[in-house]
C-alpha cells in the first residue's frame, strides 16, 4: 500500500484531472451499471497520446461512467502492459469519492448514482492497454473474524474504530494486517490479558499496521481503526496462523548445535529468548539473524567476548556476528530493535583459523594479535580473476583495512558493520598487499583477517 508521504502529494494531479473532466464535458464512455448484479467482470482501454492530459505532469488518462449503489463496494483491480495508474473516482459534480489509488481501488459510493472512475497514467511515459477487473465486495464493519479470510470494511470519521472479534481454537502465533489506501491504519487487540496495538508495522516507510503475537486459546477483541480521529475510508483486515519457515519448529529457548539454523519468535515488550552454544575449539564464528517480522539484534556472550549487532548482515534488517572465539560456552540473546513482535531464523557456523603467516588463499581465516599502533600485513594470492570479499575484524579495536597491487589501491573503515572494515572487489590473478590496522593507529588487540570468492 502506499505511504501517507506518497497520498498527499496527489491533490494537484486529482484536481487537474477533475478540472479536465468539467472541461471534456464529464463522462467519456459508455454508463456501466452496478444495478440487479450487471456489474461487467471488467471494463478494457488505453492510454494514449490521444488520451486526455494531465496538465501538471503529462500523464493521460481515460475515464468510464459506472452506475453504482449507495452503500455497495467495488474492486477494480489493474491488468495489463500499462502499470503503476492512478485510478479515482469522481461523482456527478466531479467531486473525489474514493481514491487516488495505485493500481487497485475500492471503490464505495454513498448513494445511488452515476459516478466517473478515472484511469491516470503514473508519468507522461506510461502508455499501454489495460483491463480493470470489477468484483463486488461485501462490506464488513464488525463482527466475527474467520482465520483466512479478507475482511472489507469502511471507516467512518470521528469514530474509536470497527471491533471484530477472533476466536483461537489453538494456541499458537497469529499476524493480524490491516491496510488502506486512504488513511494511516491503528489496529488493537485486546482479549485474555493480552492487549497489543500497532500504527505502521507493516514496514517499508508505509502507513499499514501489523500484529504478530502468540495467543493462547481464547476469545479477542479486534479493533481497526485510524491513527487520527479526522481519517475515514475503505479498509482490508485479515487474521492467520504465522508459520515458522518450512521443516522448522519454534525454540523458545535452550542449548542449539553448532552448524545449525533455528526458528524463534520475540515479543514486544516481553523478555528475549536466549540460547546457549558449545564452541569445541578456537575460530571464526558467525552468528546470524534473519525476520521479516522484525529489525534484527543479536547479542554474543562468553569467554572474552561481548558483542552485539544491529545490522551487520548488510540489508538494513538483518544482524550478524562475525567473532574470533576460544573453546567454551557461548550466550546468545536474539531481540528486536523496533520493539515489534516477530520469528527470526538464527544460524551459526564455525570456520577454523591460523596463526597470520606471509601469504593469504582465498577461503582461509588468519588471526594475530595487534599491538598499539602497528599493523598486520600479509600477501593475498589471487590464482583466478573475479569478485572477492576480504574483511578485517576485531572486538577490540575499529579495524582499518588496506589493499595495493596490482594497479588496486583500496581502504576502508566500517564496510562490515560497526567497527570491522570489509573490501568487496574484483581483482585479477595476482599478488596483493594486505595491511589491516587500528583506525587512526588507536588501539590494538585481537583480529581476524578472511578472504573468499564471491564470484565472477
Known sequence: MQSAARRTSRPLLVQTLAAALVLAGGLSAPLVSSAQGTLPDNLSGELTTRSGLNVKD????????????????????????????????????????????????????????????????????????????????????????????????????????????????????????????????????????????????????????????????????????????????????????????????LRDSGEIELGTEIAGFVTAGGEAPVYTLTVPERGMLNVLMRSSDVDSMLQLNGPEVDLSDDDGAGNGFDARILALVEAGEYTITPSSMDKRSGLFTLSTELTAVSDIGAFLQPGESVTGVLADGESATTTLRIATAGRYRIEFISAEFDAYLKLQGSGVDQEDDDGAGGTDARLDLHLRPGDYRLTGSAFENAGGGRYLINARPLGN
Open 58 to 249: 503529462g500523464s493521460r488518462y481515460q475515464t468510464f461512467e459506472l452506475e453504482l449503489r449507495g452503500g455497495e463496494m467495488v474492486r477494480a483491480g489493474l491488468e495489463g502492459v500499462l502499470s503503476g495508474a492512478v485510478l479515482t473516482l469522481f461523482d456527478e459534480r466531479q467531486r473525489v469519492v474514493s481514491g487516488p489509488f495505485d493500481n487497485t481501488a475500492y471503490l464505495l459510493a454513498p448513494r445511488d448514482g452515476r459516478y466517473t472512475l478515472a484511469v491516470s497514467g503514473e508519468n507522461d511515459r506510461a502508455y499501454g492497454p489495460f483491463t480493470l477487473v470489477l468484483e463486488t465486495v461485501e462490506v464488513n464493519n464488525g463482527g466475527p473474524l474467520t482465520l483466512g479470510e479478507e475482511v472489507f470494511g469502511v471507516l467512518p470519521g470521528r469514530t474509536a474504530g470497527n471491533v471484530y472479534t477472533l476466536a483461537v481454537a489453538e494456541a499458537g502465533l497469529y499476524r493480524l494486517s490491516l491496510d488502506s489506501e486512504e488513511f494511516d491504519t491503528l489496529l488493537r487487540l485486546q482479549g485474555e490479558g493480552l492487549e497489543m496495538e500497532d500504527d505502521d508495522g507493516a514496514g517499508n516507510g508505509g502507513t499499514n499496521s501489523r500484529l504478530i503475537a502468540h495467543l493462547p486459546q481464547g476469545a479477542f477483541q479486534i479493533t481497526a481503526s485510524a491513527l487520527s480521529d479526522d481519517d475515514n475510508g475503505a479498509y482490508t483486515l485479515r487474521a492467520e496462523r504465522h508459520e515458522p519457515p518450512a521443516g522448522q519448529t
